[in-house]
């Protein structure tokens, strides 16, 4: 089946440093989406990317959508301490929404 | 806050047991989905209802059973529990069928079986 390689697992970075993230696929997904977790709670919608090679920023955030469609990767400039959690990518490639979901990288932000 | 609600928070039950997980989507989707996340599966696609109807089967159990009601509210029935089972269940909402649709989550439904 569809598998989502996530890396890195765990990242331990200095408040004000940028951060990057990237899943890659065994095949081709539509609809890439990335997300993040707080201890407990449900998964909230960082962003969102649709079409190949898109380029989507939401604040100090930016992703990617990989030309090959089998990648994606997320930036976080000048980190701060709320940034700490859990980030997911997502992918999904069928006709229905089925998302297929990364290992996740935790992320810890020294003050 | 997502839009999305469950309940309950926290489910505490035994073995062999049966329990009803509820899931309200937000105001106007009309697809539900649910997953399961463990620490060691992570977080996996379990089922999705668009409008009612099942549309999409993941990794769920023949134990495991799931409806969505006219009013699009969703329910996840988990039966002959078992210790394994013991995980997140959350249930997320889209708009529309397809997968470019962007999938909010509820808070989740963390389930313990003793």
């Known amino acids: 089946g569809q598998q989502l390689n996530q890396s890195p697992q765990s990242m331990f970075i200095q408040e004000g440093e940028d951060v990057s993230m990237n899943c890659t696929s065994s095949s081709i997904f539509n609809t890439w989406l990335w997300y993040k977790q707080d201890p407990g709670e449900g998964p909230v919608l960082l962003i969102a990317l649709y079409k190949a090679g898109e380029l989507t920023s939401n604040g100090r955030l930016t992703a990617q959508f990989g030309i090959t469609r089998k990648d994606s990767f997320l930036n976080i400039s000048a980190s701060i301490p709320s940034d700490v959690g859990i980030y997911f990518c997502?992918?999904?490639?069928?006709?229905?929404?089925?998302?297929?979901f990364g290992q996740g990288t935790i992320l810890t932000v020294h003050p | 806050d997502s839009g999305v609600t469950q309940t309950p928070k926290h489910l505490i039950t035994a073995t062999g047991q049966r329990v009803t997980l509820r899931c309200s989507p937000r105001s106007g989707d009309l697809s539900v989905y649910w997953y399961q996340q463990s620490l060691d599966q992570g977080l996996q696609f379990l089922i999705q209802?668009?409008?009612?109807?099942?549309?999409a089967k993941g990794n769920i159990l023949e134990r495991f059973s799931a409806q969505q009601f006219p009013d699009l509210h969703s329910e996840l029935n988990l039966s002959s529990l078992e210790l394994g089972d013991s995980a997140l269940y959350f249930c997320?909402?889209?708009?529309?069928?397809?997968?470019?649709?962007?999938?909010?989550f509820g808070p989740g439904t963390r389930l313990t079986v003793l």
């Open positions: 997320a909402s889209s708009l529309g069928l397809a997968g470019d649709n962007e999938q909010f």
């Open positions: 997502a992918g999904s490639s069928t006709s229905y929404g089925k998302l297929t």
């Open positions: 209802y668009y409008n009612g109807e099942e549309r």
